[in-house]
């Protein structure tokens, strides 16, 4: 059972563009949802993080988008940079289960210049 | 502060035999979690570990152990490997909001 759905799997954007990943979940337990990045080689860094009780936050060009009554979060990518080109993956946290994160499957994002 | 830390990096087994990985969480951190992480599957959240008790665990076979030192270093066993047991294992440390989850670079298993 799949508890966060990630879409799309993969995603190609020129430089310059706006990379937009999708989440949903279903388990209303979930009070905390980071988007994690990763580089080939090496572990999941925290990009960015929110929580149920607010709808957008930004950090540089990077926004999280909340909608809790559709139980849908987004990363959006600003001005996308062939720096970015990674795996970015979105995940949830059951405030019952501790620091348990649930993720989804994984966006690889390619930036071409 | 130095960040997660894992031992080894990289490690050859053959199928039968049993491994031990190693994770050193950022100082000051109580909570260590590790995943497992595949292609197929993406990353799989394997068991948590605070103040040296097992708080959570995913649902993966008893071949899969772990446990934590009062120092708060954790150690995950796998016993008996079989080929599917190949993954880069990724061992997380957060600290006492328990929400922030820092992970280290992974130990890559490979099963021959």
């Known amino acids: 059972q799949q508890q966060v759905k990630q879409s799309p799997q993969s995603l190609i954007v020129q430089k310059g563009g706006i990379s937009i990943i999708n989440c949903a979940y279903e388990?209303?337990?979930?009070?905390?949802f980071p988007w994690y990045q990763q580089f080939p080689g090496k572990g999941p860094a925290l990009l960015i993080a929110?929580?149920?009780?607010?709808s957008e936050k930004k950090e540089g060009r990077f926004t999280i988008s909340f909608n809790k009554s559709a139980k849908q979060f987004s990363l959006h990518i600003m001005d996308s940079q062939p720096g970015d080109s990674a795996t970015y993956f979105c995940a949830a946290r059951d405030y019952n289960q501790g620091g348990k994160l649930i993720f989804g499957q994984g966006t690889e994002l390619s930036v071409k210049p | 502060k130095a960040g997660v830390t894992q031992t080894p990096r990289y490690l050859i087994k053959t199928r039968g035999q049993q491994v031990t990985l190693s994770c050193s969480p950022i100082s000051g951190h109580r909570s260590v979690s590790w995943y497992q992480q595949t292609p197929g599957q993406g990353l799989q959240f394997l068991f948590e570990?605070?103040?040296?008790?097992?708080?959570n665990k995913g649902n993966f076979p008893g071949r899969f152990s772990g446990r934590q030192f009062s120092n708060s270093r954790s150690e995950m066993n796998v016993s008996t490997l079989e080929l599917g047991d190949s993954a880069l294992y990724l061992c997380?440390?957060?600290?006492?909001?328990?929400?922030?989850?820092?992970f280290g670079p992974g130990t890559r298993l490979l099963v021959l």
């Open positions: 929110i929580r149920p009780d607010v």
């Open positions: 997380a440390s957060s600290g006492s909001t328990q929400e922030t989850q820092y």
């Open positions: 570990y605070f103040s040296e008790t097992q708080r």
């Open positions: 388990n209303t337990a979930f009070d905390y």
